[in-house]
C-alpha cells in the first residue's frame, strides 16, 4: 500500500497559499512579521493547523492562560484559515499524472489535514478517484492525518503486520517521514523548494526522489 501525502506531493503550490494564509492571520491580529508565520508553516508542515497555531503563539507567550479562551482564540484562527486557505481548487503538480499510469496495480491511499470536504472536491474535480481506493482528510474523529493508519488498514482489509511489511508513504514533509516512522513502514521523501534531503532523510526517509516517476522503480526494488 503506498499512502500519498497530498499538499506538495499531489496537488501543487498549495504549501505557498497554505503559508501565505497563516502568516498573514497572525500579522494582522498580532502585528507579527508575515515571513515568520509562513516560515513556520514551511517548517512544520504535515502538523495538524490547530496545533500549528497553539505553538506559534505558546512559543511566543501570546496563547492565553485560561483554557476555554486560548480554545476558542485557536478555533477562530482555524476557521478563518480554512476558509482563506482552501478555497480554490490548485493544480496537479506536474508529475503526478504521468506517473499514475505506471502504478494502476500499486493500492493507493491519499492521507492529508486538508478538511476532508476539500479533499473529496479536489480528488474528484482531477478524476483521482481512477487511481486512488481512498482518500482521508481531517474530520473530528480524526484532525490528525497521523491517526490515519487504521483507516487505510481497515479500507484495504490489511492487519497491522502486513502493512507494516508492504506499507510506504511518500510525503514532502519532515512531519510526513515522522509519522511513516511512527507506523512502522517505509517513508520516502519527495525534495521540493521548501525541504531538504538531508532533512528528510534525517527525520526517516530511507530515500528520497525528485519525480515521482522513480516511484514505479523505487516500488520494485522495495518490495518486488
Excluded at 507579527?32 to 502538523?47: A, K, V
Amino acid at each position: 500500500v503506498l499512502c500519498w501525502d497530498a499538499d506538495g506531493v499531489i496537488f501543487d503550490g498549495t504549501m505557498v497559499i497554505l503559508a501565505r494564509v497563516f502568516g498573514e492571520s497572525l500579522h494582522r491580529k498580532y502585528g507579527i512579521p508575515q515571513e515568520q508565520g509562513s516560515q513556520y508553516m514551511y517548517d512544520t508542515t504535515g502538523t495538524p493547523t490547530a496545533i500549528q497555531y497553539r505553538d506559534f503563539l505558546s512559543e511566543r507567550g501570546l496563547l492565553p492562560r485560561n483554557s476555554a479562551e486560548a480554545d476558542a482564540l485557536i478555533t477562530g484562527l482555524v476557521g478563518e484559515f480554512t476558509d482563506n486557505a482552501y478555497a480554490e481548487i490548485p493544480p496537479l503538480c506536474p508529475d503526478v499524472i504521468p506517473t499514475l499510469p505506471y502504478l494502476r496495480g500499486c493500492e493507493m491511499a491519499i492521507s492529508t489535514n486538508a478538511p476532508q470536504v476539500v479533499l473529496d472536491r479536489r480528488v474528484r474535480y482531477h478524476g483521482l478517484n481512477g487511481y486512488f481506493h481512498s482518500w482521508f482528510g481531517k474530520t473530528e474523529e480524526t484532525p490528525d492525518k497521523k491517526q490515519h493508519k487504521g483507516l487505510i488498514m481497515k479500507s484495504f482489509q490489511m492487519t497491522d503486520e502486513e502493512f507494516r511489511r508492504y506499507g510506504a508513504l511518500v510525503g514532502d514533509g519532515y512531519t510526513d517521514m515522522r509519522i511513516a516512522k511512527e507506523w512502522g513502514i517505509v517513508g520516502i521523501g519527495k525534495k521540493t523548494e521548501d525541504n531538504t534531503e538531508e532533512g528528510l532523510v534525517n527525520a526517516g526517509a530511507i530515500k528520497v526522489v525528485r519525480d515521482l516517476g522513480e516511484l514505479p522503480e523505487l516500488l520494485n526494488r522495495l518490495f518486488g
